[in-house]
């Protein structure tokens, strides 16, 4: 048989993002880019990847902003295994996700999925993928209720949190309803009767988070062009999305915003492949094309979302607190056959890494320890992420903390609930609870 | 009446109370003269309906609360109760008024000592309550708290049981099966609350994930516990149980209490709301959806329908000529005769009546006794007893024609008409002497047209008419008959609705901007003092949170638009003459040097877009900048500020023009600056130019 050429059915671009959320640790200069932060050991950026690997997509762009690129680079060229053909490209710093995917838009073939890289997720990616196949949407998105927080460092992303309200149709699971709690009216929610009618029972879920993972039409770039050269650091959650959400029921804004131009456009290219199949089908009656003024005006954008079932893990490590909460469930469930036995005490619910050392009297719980960490004596670890290279002096107690690549913490410190950040060196006896350690000059 | 003893709850007499009164006028003029619950639905009254399914749910004990027309519901009751096994008690009091005063008339004669069923008397419906009543009962054991279980039926937005402008929509989170909010649902969305669902945001703190429902028929079967009709009392002015009652208890903060939902889906459940559900609901029993209680099963005693081919539905005892055509989905009562070429399709005809030959009826429900000669014609009404249709009449749809009503010969009874032969100002007084309209009824006929005004008093009810329409039968959307402007409304309404965005951002300003004008028309046109001007200016602002700028951008505009620069004087339109009139009115939304310089912008602004041509917008705008500098309004300091501000030197030509009509002002202002000595002369002679 000849060789053809495969046509993909779908690209895939992966965000790796700055982490405003994981500040200190997504640090540059002293750390490493969040894509790379460890999550029980691995790059962040690894799962997602392999997420990818096993939904069948063989084409991968990596957009990575300017600041982490250099290690990401690294990462992908010489460390990275799987069987992706990744391609990485690179934008400004201060550029939003819409105007990241603007500027890579002649690269983008097919309908294309886009994922964030601190997405981590236990959902077959099948299930996601059919979901799209099967009801032909503009856009399918990913919601996912976050799992309950067991405590540990919380970050300063606490305060004040935005939430998200989401509609979701209860019989097609078409999200028909997207809201931020800090654009609307405190005291009163709202919603028009209109839209109740089309659609008459709606979910509205005020505990659902966008997951960030979206599968996009290919028509969708050129919207998303079209929305980063008219906002500033466009975003495709906080602005494509709710364009195209609000796009299905108002006519006046899929009109005015060029929403209605961009499918049609495509549509004249290449007819959907759902479309094309009925046309093809010998049992379908042809369709009479009702093409009069007063024909119910039909919005060109279908929303899916997708929820993940509760019993799915589904995490994004956007801060801290998550990136923590991720950790500790990657490190339950990951086999630890590698961990050193001998003199420290390893709890069940740890992971250490290669040539990590663990002093005498040195105990281990519900914590990661990263690979070459030096460890003294008499040293109490617990509900942490310790990453590489870090060395801890004796009768260190840990509780809570997040102590980054190279750093030192000097003996008979005592941390509860702190970041350290990358390479800074904690003075000896350091009492602190609650707090951000890290070189001052950085910030 | 001492409270019974309290026996087991297992063992308890499961008791219900069906409210027989509507407490409405849409079935008028045929309520006039009997029972909203006696009504023939399918040749069976109303109620026996409501009983039966009642008796199916195991209920031993029924409180009939009736009002108008006491008497004839008492007595049905009675002749009921012989064939059937619960024990049903009539309770008669006049002075109802609505559901809440039957709730508080229940609560006052301590009738009640458990959990009980309420239901309206024009329910019909095939639902067992056995698990609802199971589910209540177990809430209540772990939750005092909950008080009410509503049972709500699955359907579609526009399931044709599914009474239109009376739906509602609820907000349940269907993990606790709690209803958290309610809102009625007009059918026509005149205003901007009846076009949004509002409801408060706190409800999110207690239950994150919720459900917005509009596709359930609610037909107001609650499991009520004692606590309801107590309520009732406490709270004096609840008056509906789902607009009042329900709305009040889930937006109480007070009374802690909480309302609950049973959702059923694959039984049949309805209320003859309206003269349209009558029609939907007939259909229903006739096609069976309502099985067991459909004609065939007889539910009257005496009655003996059989079954036939294509949903028809006929007495023994009816006399069918050959020549007539039944056709499909019709009910024929005992003794009726139908003559030769006579044609029925989709029509319900009582006992002992006689159709003439060559009379067509479609969609029709004609009541017993009725008398229609030959070569009727009968489309998509109501006909009630003993009304005679003499020969060639046509009746068109939506009719109600009451009992007694004759209509004579080859009259057309025009579309929605509602035909009485009750004497004007009845209500039990013979005496009046009916006087028959023969315009409607024809010379030989015996009647009037109902007028909805008569007796109809409460006040309170601003309803939209075009929401009263659609209940009515056969009420056909497209045949709505809309004056120009409502279409233009109307337009404007679906405009709307398709942006949200827009109508977020702009609808307060909008709204502002129409009270104003509003505001402004009157003053002018009904010569208001200028005083009371800013009084309703005021208070509109207040009421809209609004400040001085919003007004002032709506009020310089407002009055200059009266403004006639072609005007000659005397006429009372021009500009000085309207602005010493009327210019104050600008001068009290203007306070501070900050206001000042404002206003000179919107005057600018205000007349290059009022006018179109330069030299009017001129001749508007000097007038009016030398006005407002003679009285104050706008001082020295603000208009030189204005006049060289970079503001003022950008925007549209017009715009710029008119800064330069302020040219000769300002150098006169600035040399006045500085020479003030010979200041006032000047003036004084560009006045009288």
């Not at chain 1, 799962?47 to 690294?74: C, M, N, Q, T």
């Not at chain 2, 607009?243 to 049973?262: E, Q, Y």
């Amino acid at each position: 048989m000849p060789y053809r050429k495969r046509v993909p059915e779908f690209q895939a671009v992966i965000m790796a993002g700055y982490g405003n959320g994981l500040i200190p640790l997504s640090d540059e200069k002293n750390n490493m880019p969040k894509a790379l932060l460890p999550i029980v050991n691995q790059p962040m950026i690894s799962y997602p990847l392999a997420w990818l690997e096993s939904s069948g997509v063989s084409d991968v762009i990596v957009v990575s902003l300017a600041s982490g690129s250099k290690k990401l680079g690294h990462y992908l060229d010489r460390v990275y295994e799987g069987q992706l053909h990744i391609s990485m490209e690179i934008v400004d710093d201060n550029c939003g996700t819409a105007q990241a995917l603007a500027r890579i838009k002649d690269k983008i073939k097919t309908d294309f999925i886009v994922i964030s890289c601190d997405l981590l997720t236990s959902l077959p990616p099948h299930q996601f993928l059919d979901m799209h196949r099967s009801e032909d949407p503009t856009v399918t998105a990913l919601f996912f209720e976050p799992n309950k927080s067991e405590g540990g460092p919380s970050g300063s992303a606490k305060e004040n949190e935005v939430t998200q309200f989401v509609g979701i149709d209860a019989t097609n699971s078409q999200l028909v309803y997207l809201n931020n709690s800090d654009e609307m009216d405190p005291e009163e929610f709202s919603v028009r009767m209109s839209l109740l009618s089309k659609h008459p029972v709606m979910n509205i879920s005020r505990l659902l988070q966008d997951g960030h993972l979206y599968i996009f039409k290919r028509w969708v770039i050129d919207l998303i062009n079209e929305v980063s050269i008219k906002r500033t650091r466009a975003s495709l959650k906080e602005h494509v999305l709710p364009l195209l959400v609000k796009s299905q029921h108002q006519r006046v804004l899929a009109d005015r915003e060029g929403v209605t131009k961009a499918a049609e456009a495509s549509l004249s290219v290449n007819p959907s492949t759902q479309a094309l199949a009925l046309s093809l089908s010998t049992t379908q009656a042809p369709e009479i094309e009702d093409r009069s003024e007063n024909a119910q005006w039909k919005s060109p954008v279908k929303v899916k979302a997708f929820v993940v079932a509760k019993d799915v893990y589904c995490g994004r490590a956007n801060s801290i607190a998550n990136y923590f909460e991720l950790n500790r469930y990657y490190t339950k469930i990951t086999d630890k056959d590698r961990n050193p036995g001998g003199q420290g005490q390893v709890g069940a619910d740890s992971l250490v890494g290669d040539d990590t050392k663990l002093g005498d009297r040195t105990s281990v719980k519900k914590s990661t320890l990263g690979s070459h960490v030096t460890i003294g004596k008499n040293v109490k670890i617990v509900n942490s992420i310790v990453m590489d290279h870090v060395v801890l002096e004796d009768n260190v107690k840990l509780d809570g903390c997040i102590v980054c690549s190279g750093a030192k913490i000097c003996e008979k410190s005592s941390l509860k609930d702190c970041e350290v950040g990358g390479g800074f060196r904690v003075e000896k006896e350091t009492q602190a609870r609650n707090e951000r350690l890290v070189d001052f000059q950085e910030q | 009446m001492p409270p019974k003893e309290k026996v087991e709850s297992t063992e308890q007499v499961l008791q219900a109370v069906i409210l027989a009164d509507s407490f409405d006028e849409r079935f008028q003029p045929i309520t006039l003269e009997t029972a909203r619950c006696l009504l023939p639905l399918c040749n069976v009254p109303l109620i026996s309906y409501t009983f039966e399914f009642l008796a199916v749910a195991g209920v031993q004990e029924v409180f009939v609360f009736c009002c108008s027309h006491s008497d004839k519901v008492k007595a049905f009751v009675k002749k009921y109760e012989k064939s059937s096994n619960m024990k049903i008690n009539t309770i008669v009091s006049q002075e109802l008024m609505s559901v809440g005063d039957a709730m508080r008339e229940l609560d006052a004669k301590q009738l009640i000592d458990t959990d009980f069923i309420l239901v309206t008397g024009d329910v019909v419906s095939n639902m067992k309550l056995d698990q609802v009543l199971e589910e209540h009962r177990a809430r209540r054991q772990a939750d005092k708290s909950a008080i009410m279980t509503m049972v709500l039926k699955k359907a579609s937005p526009q399931h044709r049981s599914r009474s239109v402008g009376d739906g509602s929509l609820f907000v349940l989170d269907q993990g606790s099966k709690e209803c958290l909010h309610y809102q009625p649902v007009k059918a026509f969305k005149s205003t901007r609350e009846d076009r949004r669902m509002t409801m408060n945001m706190e409800i999110f703190d207690k239950h994150p994930e919720i459900q917005l429902r509009n596709d359930l028929i609610d037909c107001q079967v609650d499991i009520c516990s004692v606590e309801v009709p107590a309520l009732f009392t406490e709270n004096f002015d609840y008056q509906d149980i789902r607009a009042d009652f329900v709305h009040g208890i889930l937006t109480s903060d007070l009374l802690g209490k909480t309302i609950h939902f049973h959702e059923v889906s694959d039984v049949y459940a309805a209320r003859v709301r309206s003269t349209q559900m009558y029609d939907a609901v007939s259909k229903d029993i006739i096609s069976r959806w309502t099985f067991p209680m459909v004609p065939d099963s007889n539910l009257q005693v005496g009655d003996c329908y059989e079954y036939r081919r294509g949903l028809v539905y006929k007495e023994k005892s009816v006399v069918l000529s050959r020549t007539c055509v039944v056709e499909e989905k019709v009910v024929i009562g005992a003794n009726t005769q139908i003559d030769e070429m006579a044609v029925l399709s989709n029509c319900v005809i009582g006992k002992n009546c006689v159709i003439g030959a060559n009379v067509k009826i479609d969609n029709a429900y004609i009541w017993d006794n009725v008398v229609i000669k030959d070569n009727c014609v009968v489309q998509h009404s109501i006909i009630a007893n003993d009304a005679v249709l003499e020969q060639g009449v046509t009746i068109n749809k939506g009719c109600l024609i009451s009992f007694k009503v004759t209509v004579g010969a080859n009259t057309t009874v025009p579309a929605y008409s509602r035909l009485t032969a009750l004497a004007e100002g009845e209500d039990d007084d013979s005496d009046a002497e009916l006087i028959s309209d023969p315009a409607v009824v024809g010379a030989t006929g015996r009647g009037r047209s109902f007028t909805e005004a008569e007796g109809s008093d409460d006040e309170d009810e601003v309803e939209d008419p075009k929401n009263k329409q659609v209940s009515m039968l056969a009420f056909d959307m497209s045949e709505l008959m809309l004056s120009a402007k409502e279409q233009e409304d109307s337009a404007s309404d679906f405009e709307s609705e398709a942006s949200d965005l827009e109508e977020d951002l702009i609808s307060p300003e909008e709204e502002l901007d129409r009270e104003v004008a509003a505001t402004l028309d009157r003053a002018f046109q009904d010569g208001h003092d200028v005083d009371i001007a800013v009084l309703e200016l005021n208070t509109l602002r207040m009421a809209t949170f609004s400040n001085f700028k919003e007004m002032r951008k709506r009020v310089i505009p407002g009055v200059l638009k009266h403004i006639d620069p072609v005007a000659k004087p005397g006429s009372g339109k021009t500009a000085k003459e309207i602005l010493n009139r009327w210019g104050s009115l600008v001068g009290k939304m203007i306070h501070d040097e900050e206001d000042q310089l404002d206003g000179a912008y919107i005057l600018q602004r205000a007349c290059a877009t009022l006018y179109q041509d330069v030299a009017q917008a001129q001749r508007v705008f000097a007038p009016a900048l030398r006005y407002f500098y003679d009285e104050d309004i706008l001082e020295e300091d603000a208009i030189l500020e204005w006049y060289h501000s970079e503001k003022s030197q950008q925007g549209t030509d017009i715009e710029k023009k008119l800064r330069e009509v302020a040219a000769p002002m300002i150098q006169h202002l600035e040399q006045s600056d500085s020479e003030e000595s010979d200041d006032e002369d000047d003036e004084e002679d560009e006045d009288s130019e």
